[in-house]
């Protein structure tokens, strides 16, 4: 005999999830999730079998109790031993709700609630099985107080099985075999009187037999209570048999006799109480009177029901279902998941009448405040979004406003976001905004080519000419790397990060057609080309590029320093074989820029130079960059077979 571990102690208040710790495993959150939205979307068709559906939600909360049971046994996750508590509970109370508000109204409930608490309630608990074990290993067990105790404790709550054994550990039994419930004793060998030896035996024996046989409802009232009636005229008759009042008590409350029962329970909850008089007292009472009975038994027993979870279970016996569902959610504020489907089952059934609270209709709150909870995990926004639909007076407000406010970290996030924009007929705004939020995060991490990418795609002028400066800027990289001599310079401009050379193919495709097409942006353009172009040896396209952006005015003077001192060490790389990579007029356009650049009247026009070599001695600088021009024009002039030109000149 094993206890029921993972229900719920009887005579403690807690039938409701209350002031215990939520389920905050993002394990079992996501598999009641996952589960229950399917089931929530069947409720929305015509057609629907709203009791079947509801034992399949039940089910979905079992499986995910036993499943996150069995991986904390395996140490595959952590979970708290109350959240996976407060989960069966609420299974329990949704099983009761279940009874009174979706089976027929012709329907027997004594059956019902009798699975019901047996499926949910600890009746046999640890202690209980150690004073089992004690009392079998006596000889006279009868003769203790605690013998009879728990015989009476399983005779009100029907646990036959642990009658028979106990009765069959008392001393006047001598030794026959105990049968098993449901097995046919008149053809066998227990109905065989020359067996027992007194008429105490042959009482206990008698008793056994009948808990062997007790009538079963199989849907047929008719010739349940037929079967029942027979049953308790037999138990009735065995009470003349003995004069011991202890026994007399068990047969007593066998038979269904109140007054017994009633002084038995009287210390017993509320639930425990009305389970009992309903398998003894009214087992043929009807889910559509049980209502009626169950307030009239609250008033004759003057009962005070001041704890909010035996005024829910009240609620719920009476067949007051929206009160109830409003006081599981008093009990737990973060049971909104439990809230909305109930809630929707109800009134998709018709069990309930669609109400209008002063925040909303009140499905749809609770549908409304489930997704918020949803939501807290940006991996249920598809799921929340799927739920709103269904809401039709503030559903696609709220839609608008958590996609607006979702967190992004990379474009398939924002993808994700922007496919269900498009699902569920988001505002344009709204899209916006997503573009906004991950591009100005990029821009925080200085990816401006990723970020251009998604302010070109939302159509933000403003963003985009911003965009493509700082990137333009973003190629000035400091020479520290160089050697003092800048005569091999590290080609740090030209080795362009993967990020903008993505962002320049992306650019180059937009050449075009895009009327946003900036000097910055053909710029980024050229300079893509030149590191391409470098990278593959192809130097007379790097002279092509280099000449579209001195003849175009495209580089602003911050990047030209850094593009000299490129050129500069392709002319030197080029000459150690024999090359000339640019010609007169693109050599001639290199030297004035240089000269632009370092003769400058103004202060701030000189700083590119102590910004992109602050190490070195900017005049021996300056003079390998005009050594390197020089070299080049006059290797230019003898490959051209021509005479000296009337172009620009280093010399005053």
């Known amino acids: 005999m094993k206890a029921r571990h993972n229900q719920v102690q009887p005579g403690k208040n807690t039938y409701l999830p209350e002031n215990t710790a939520e389920i905050t495993s993002t394990t079992i959150l996501r598999k009641l999730a996952s589960g229950f939205h399917s089931l929530f979307l069947q409720s929305q068709q015509q057609g629907t079998r709203y009791l079947e559906l509801s034992v399949s939600y039940r089910q979905v909360m079992d499986l995910v109790f036993e499943d996150v049971e069995a991986e904390e046994k395996t140490k595959q996750t952590v979970v708290d031993d109350s959240a996976l508590l ?361 990816m401006y080519c990723a970020a251009l990418r998604l302010f070109i795609e939302s159509g933000d002028v403003i963003q985009c000419r911003k965009t493509s400066t700082a990137l333009v800027h973003s190629l000035v990289v400091p020479l520290e790397k160089s050697d003092p001599e800048l005569m091999r310079v590290t080609l740090n401009s030209l080795v362009i990060p993967l990020d903008i050379s993505q962002g320049c193919i992306f650019l180059e495709s937009l050449a075009d057609s895009s009327d946003l097409f900036t000097r910055n942006w053909k710029l980024l353009r050229c300079y893509y080309h030149l590191s391409l172009n470098y990278k593959e040896g192809n130097w007379g396209a790097i002279q092509r590029v280099v000449t579209e952006i001195l003849t175009k005015n495209l580089v602003p003077r911050e990047l030209a320093f850094s593009l000299l001192c490129d050129c500069a060490a392709i002319i030197r790389l080029r000459i150690e074989e024999r090359e000339v990579v640019f010609d007169t007029a693109t050599t001639h356009l290199l030297m004035k820029c240089l000269n632009d650049v370092t003769s400058s009247p103004h202060e701030e026009h000189r700083k590119p130079l102590a910004l992109l070599a602050p190490k070195y001695d900017h005049e021996q600088a300056l003079q390998h960059l005009k050594w390197s021009f020089s070299k080049n024009l006059s290797k230019a002039i003898l490959s051209s077979g021509t005479g000296p030109t009337a172009g620009f000149s280093f010399m005053n």
């Open 86 to 446: 407060l989960l069966r509970e609420t299974s329990m109370i949704w099983h009761l709700f279940e009874i009174f508000s979706l089976l027929p109204a012709d329907d027997l409930v004594a059956p019902h609630l009798f699975e019901w608490q047996h499926n949910h309630i600890s009746i046999v608990d640890d202690k209980m099985l150690e004073e089992l074990k004690a009392l079998q290993e006596m000889k006279s067990p009868e003769s203790t107080d605690s013998y009879w105790d728990l015989l009476n404790k399983f005779a009100l709550t029907g646990l036959n099985r642990y009658i028979c054994d106990l009765l069959s550990w008392h001393s006047g039994w001598k030794g026959l075999k105990v049968p098993k419930p449901g097995q046919n004793t008149h053809t066998s060998r227990f109905l065989h009187r020359g067996r027992v030896e007194n008429e105490l035996e042959r009482l206990l024996y008698d008793l056994v037999i009948l808990l062997s046989t007790t009538p079963s409802y199989a849907g047929n009232v008719e010739t349940y209570q037929i079967d029942l009636k027979s049953w308790k005229s037999s138990l009735s008759r065995l009470i003349n048999l003995t004069d011991d009042d202890r026994l007399r008590t068990l047969i007593g409350i066998l038979s269904g006799d109140a007054n017994i029962i009633s002084d038995e329970i009287q210390n017993w909850s509320f639930i425990e109480q009305i389970c009992a008089i309903s398998l003894h007292c009214e087992p043929l009472l009807e889910v559509g009177e049980f209502g009626a009975f169950a307030e009239d038994f609250e008033r004759r027993k003057g009962l005070e029901l001041d704890d909010t979870t035996s005024k829910t279970l009240s609620q719920i016996l009476q067949g007051d279902f929206r009160e109830a569902i409003h006081g599981v959610i008093a009990t737990s504020r973060e049971k909104w998941w439990f809230a909305a489907h109930l809630t929707d089952l109800l009134e998709n059934a018709g069990v309930i009448e669609p109400v209008e609270l002063h925040d909303g209709e009140d499905r749809e709150r609770a549908i409304c405040n489930y997704v918020e909870q949803l939501v807290e995990d940006r991996a249920f926004l598809p799921l929340a979004a799927s739920y709103l639909q269904f809401c039709p007076n503030n559903g696609r407000e709220i839609l608008h406003e958590i996609i607006a406010t979702t967190s992004l970290n990379t474009e398939k996030e924002l993808r994700g976001a922007l496919k269900l924009c498009a699902q569920y007929g988001v505002e344009e705004r709204v899209k916006s905004t997503l573009y906004d939020k991950l591009a100005t995060k990029y821009l925080q991490q200085d």
